[in-house]
């Protein structure tokens, strides 16, 4: 039996060296395994185990070494604030301006008085009111003023914006946003710090408030004066004797 007898079933054979043994025909080629003569009924029954190579274990590895978990696609993680020391100055005179620049020109409407001529006929009263009345000196210094409060509430909210970076304030609320309205940089400067400060950084915005409802009160005051002024100034109607 040769090593070409691949039909031959599996099993011990004389060894085909000749020498006085068996010898374990695999069904393909001969094995290195022997066994005596006199034991080879014993040996028919029995199949050799063949070794079977060992190999190392693999370690599972649920994530790369040094590699930070990356977040799933679409997710974006910004970094935690880190909270700020107890007692850090998180109020400076630069958000103060910010929160009182939008009022300034409020100081001035009590000047500010515009004019309309009303005369009176045998028909009643006829207004000839000049469209120019109200484009006194005092209009064009509130508009002026309004307009340089704007642009110094930008300035001082960049910074207001830079002294919270030097304090140690993370991604403070940008100062550009002060030019849609100083209000929202408030707002969100204070949202902020509140973060960072816990406690604290709410200030502004009742400062705002209450800077608010005064603007209100001054201004519902300026209106019933000038209304009441305007109704004193009409001649009175000449009905004839």
Not at 56 to 80: E, I
Not at 142 to 163: H, Q, T
């Amino acid at each position: 039996m040769t090593n070409t007898d691949a039909h031959v079933p599996a099993g011990w054979y004389p060894d085909p060296s000749g020498a006085q043994q068996l010898r374990w025909w695999d069904g393909t080629q001969w094995t290195a395994h022997f066994a005596p003569l006199a034991g080879a009924a014993q040996a028919q029954q029995q199949q050799p185990v063949q070794p079977q190579p060992v190999y190392a274990q693999q370690p599972a590895y649920t994530q790369q070494p040094g590699y930070a978990q990356q977040p799933a696609y679409g997710q974006t993680y910004a970094p935690v604030r880190p909270r700020l020391a107890d007692g850090a100055r998180i109020y400076n005179v630069y958000i103060w301006l910010v929160v009182a620049l939008p009022f300034v020109s409020l100081v001035l409407l009590p000047f500010y008085q515009p004019h309309f001529d009303v005369v009176a006929t045998e028909h009643g009263y006829t207004s000839y009111g000049n469209p120019f009345g109200m484009f006194g000196p005092m209009y064009f210094a509130i508009v002026g003023i309004g307009f340089l409060a704007y642009a110094l509430s930008v300035v001082f909210s960049w910074l207001d914006y830079r002294e919270l970076e030097r304090i140690g304030v993370v991604r403070p609320f940008h100062w550009a946003w002060t030019f849609l309205s100083a209000l929202v940089y408030v707002i969100g400067r204070s949202v902020i710090v509140r973060r960072v400060a816990p406690g604290r950084g709410l200030a502004p915005i009742w400062v705002t408030i209450g800077l608010y409802v005064l603007s209100l009160i001054v201004t519902i005051a300026w209106t019933v004066s000038f209304v009441s002024t305007m109704v004193h100034d009409l001649p009175m109607r000449n009905l004839g004797a």
